[in-house]
């Protein structure tokens, strides 16, 4: 399979052969294009996102970054990997209906899976549902589903009879 795994998080705190064991995936898969793959261990969003502006607001007081022209890329460079692609599907397990400060940036449109079963006992059969789900889905990216013209021209107006 051409899957490429990425970790993301804070080495420091996290079990040292397990940070070892991610670190080798991560670079022995470095040049796999099918799919990523990213496992978080030891990641907080909210930490990830203060991180990244009080980092961007030190480059901002010492010159290198005029605050007028700072854009969501340019912050997006300020994240622990900049260049993780955003999440296309978020899969919960362990029937949790929440995505629990994973990537509040990186998975603004995501989709969203959620499944009962738990982390340890998720297989490739679950795996193949989650992404049977996603495959049925509508993929807008935030923007609002078309409408036929007449369908508007028919619907009433708010506030009107």
Known sequence: MDV?????????????????????????????????LTV?????????LTE???TLALDAVAGRVDPS????????????????????????TGGEQRTSNFFPWQAAYAELHFTDTLWPDFDRRDLWAALEDYAG????????PLQRPEAILESPRPGTP
Request: charged fraction near 25%; aromatic fraction near 6%.
């Open 40 to 48: 978080c261990l030891n990641y907080g969003g909210r930490a990830e």
């Open 69 to 92: 022209r700072v854009s969501e890329r340019a912050f997006a460079r300020y994240l622990h990997q900049p260049d993780l692609p955003d999440v296309d599907l978020l899969i919960r």
């Open 137 to 144: 889905r509508n993929r807008r990216h935030g923007a609002v």
């Open 4 to 36: 490429r795994i990425r970790w993301a998080g804070i080495s420091a705190g996290a079990p040292p052969e397990l940070a070892a064991a991610l670190t080798a995936l991560e670079r022995d898969t470095c040049t796999r294009t099918g799919l990523n």
């Open 52 to 54: 990244a502006a009080a």
